[in-house]
């Protein structure tokens, strides 16, 4: 436990380290720009599925022009019905067309207080998802103190399938009980579908940056980059991508195996530079023995915006991969190559800088 644990805060602190490096103070290259000429919002609501997109098909068109699309909101939950009602109700806070963005709520745990908080939304919430008898929970012996990752990957295996094939939506929004959410967390989804659509390179949209402490980023809240590393914490997942990896779900740490190249097959994630998403207080209690562990220390400094965000006047196509990786690589090439012993003599007034390792 502790070395998974460990290594996801190798990694996390490995991220940040050649961000902050290489890219944090010659970002500003990387700002999409807001000509309102170049796009079109629909004047009138008018739901789309995924296959009904159109007008994103080459260059020369109002590319990724944006309208309302229909997608759902799956929250996860267990047995804290606290966090379930407030979760929600910040849902309900900015959401502002309920056919747009319905809500699902999937329950594990058949816990009584947790699912008369669902129930007592009403109609506010399209469906509550029961998980039912899947049998016996299959844990090795070794991870026997780890049967908590378990339910959570067979939950959400369940879950996903059944709200992606069974009641057939093309794509979703996932969160869990234990998020915040941003003023602009739905409007955010709504105005990079098309780019996830026409991207071919992108596998995901996060709401969530695993860096994003205060201090530590530019508070420019449109700033958006593109991923290696898979964020969740507030995702967008389709349809396609799901019957894509469905077969070969594993049986715990869905996550971290999210994480791994078979799965990822060189596609990125979108992600901001602000996040969309923070972790409550409720969030210490939860089975994800690290959230409880690292909370205080880590993740309730992690930022979520509060600015007001017109998305549909910004223009995203800076994350188009060609665009985005020249972008990319000509900031880089303007920074000195710099070594690890450099670090503690850099010059305060340096902008940006290489740090190559092998």
Not at 25 to 30: A, D, M, P, R, T
Not at 48 to 74: A, C, F, Y
Not at 314 to 322: H, M, N, S, T
């Amino acid at each position: 436990m502790r070395l998974r644990i460990l290594r996801k805060v190798v990694v996390n602190a490995s991220i940040f380290f050649l961000i902050n490096i290489i890219l944090l103070l010659s970002i500003k290259g990387f700002h999409g720009s807001t000509n309102n000429s170049e796009l079109r919002s629909a004047t009138t609501t008018k739901i789309i599925r995924e296959g009904q997109t159109t007008n994103i098909s080459s260059l020369s068109e109002p590319l990724l022009t944006k309208k309302d699309v229909l997608l759902p909101i799956v929250v996860f939950g267990c047995n804290r019905a606290r966090a379930l009602q407030i979760h929600i109700e910040a849902l309900l806070r900015i959401r502002n067309n309920s056919d747009l963005n319905p809500i699902l709520v999937s329950l594990d745990c058949h816990s009584r207080e947790t699912l008369q908080v669902a129930k007592s939304f009403g109609d506010k919430i399209k469906k509550i998802i029961e998980l039912p008898d899947l049998g016996p929970l299959i844990v090795p012996p070794k991870d026997h103190l780890l049967s908590g990752y378990y339910k959570i990957s067979r939950h959400y295996g369940y879950s996903l399938n059944y709200v992606l094939n069974t009641l057939n939506y093309e794509a979703i929004i996932i969160t869990e009980d234990d998020l915040e959410v941003s003023p602009d967390f739905l409007d955010y989804f709504q105005a990079l579908y098309p780019l996830l659509k026409y991207d071919k390179t992108l596998w995901c949209i996060s709401a969530w940056n695993d860096n994003g402490i205060d201090k530590k980023i530019d508070r420019q809240a449109n700033l958006l980059h593109r991923t290696d590393f898979f964020p969740g914490l507030g995702w967008l997942l389709t349809r396609t991508v799901w019957n894509e990896i469905k077969d070969d779900w594993p049986q715990a740490f869905w996550d971290d195996w999210m994480r791994k190249p078979e799965q990822r097959r060189d596609r990125a994630c979108i992600r901001p530079e602000v996040s969309r998403t923070g972790i409550s207080p409720e969030g210490r209690t939860g089975l994800l023995f690290h959230r409880g562990q690292f909370y205080n220390h880590y993740l309730k400094k992690i930022i979520k915006n509060t600015d007001p965000i017109d998305w549909k006047s910004i223009d995203v196509r800076y994350l188009i991969k060609e665009q985005y990786d020249k972008k990319f690589q000509s900031s880089i090439d303007t920074c000195p190559v710099i070594t690890l012993s450099d670090l503690n003599i850099m010059n305060s007034d340096m902008t940006c800088a290489q740090l190559r390792y092998r």
